[in-house]
């Protein structure tokens, strides 16, 4: 993960490997709807889901793309219109289904204390959740119903469900606020490659 100052680029590193492979990238730009483009190892990646935190005009989008390349250190970079502060997080799966990975999405945005979640409810079996969130000033300090992958608490984080979701149905996650604050939680459920009937192929490759 990398945070930085105002700039129309940001770029880290990335390496997957493994079968039916799925990357996903959390990339917040501040402040105002100015991202244009995620691009992994140069092949441009998916919008998938986009938030705007109405507290501060930050937005948080999610890009995919199925089979990235497993070249060691890929460069991930985001890129926006305008020079403002980015921050840019991936992480891979495997297992994943590669046509139609995306199986369901929801999204949060408000003011409140505690722990607050989004319900996805899933269409297939043995889906994994994805979950990232932008906050307006106070940091969450804790995943609910989730397992934190990248972290930044000033800006971004991302946490999974670190397990498939089966039978399918409604699920929560999000992320616990200790004091009050405007915040947006994004979640998405990647729909895997096959449904076994004793056990699922899922893997966190690494972030």
Not at 63 to 76: C, D, M, Q
């Given at each position: 993960m990398a945070t930085g100052p105002a700039a129309t680029s940001i770029t880290i590193t990335h390496t997957a490997a493994g079968s039916n492979?799925?990357?996903?990238?959390?990339?917040?730009?501040?402040?105002n709807d100015t991202a244009t483009s995620v691009t992994y190892d140069?092949?441009?990646?998916?919008?998938?889901?986009?938030?705007?935190n109405l507290g501060n005009d930050s937005f948080v989008y999610m890009?995919?793309?199925?089979?990235?390349?497993?070249?060691?250190?890929?460069?991930?970079v985001g890129n926006s219109s305008a020079s403002v502060a980015l921050t840019i997080s991936c992480t891979t799966y495997t297992g994943a289904q590669q046509t139609t990975p995306v199986d369901a999405q929801a999204d949060l945005y408000e003011t409140a204390t505690g722990s607050r979640t989004v319900s996805v409810t899933t269409?297939?079996?043995?889906?994994w959740l994805v979950c990232t969130h932008t906050a307006t000033s106070?940091?969450?300090?804790?995943?609910?119903?989730?397992?934190l992958r990248t972290l930044n608490l000033t800006t971004l984080n991302i946490i999974d469900s670190n397990a498939a979701l089966t039978?399918?149905?409604?699920?929560?996650?999000?992320?616990?606020?200790?004091?009050?604050d405007q915040h947006t939680i994004s979640a998405l459920s990647i729909a895997p490659a096959a449904v076994a009937a004793a056990a699922n192929n899922w893997l966190l490759m690494g972030v």
């Open positions: 492979r799925y990357a996903v990238v959390c990339f917040m730009v501040k402040t140069t092949v441009a990646m998916t919008q998938v889901n986009k938030e705007d890009y995919a793309l199925a089979a990235p390349s497993t070249t060691a250190g890929a460069n991930v269409v297939a079996d043995n889906c106070a940091n969450p300090d804790a995943a609910v119903n989730g397992t039978p399918a149905g409604a699920f929560t996650i999000g992320f616990n606020w200790p004091s009050e």
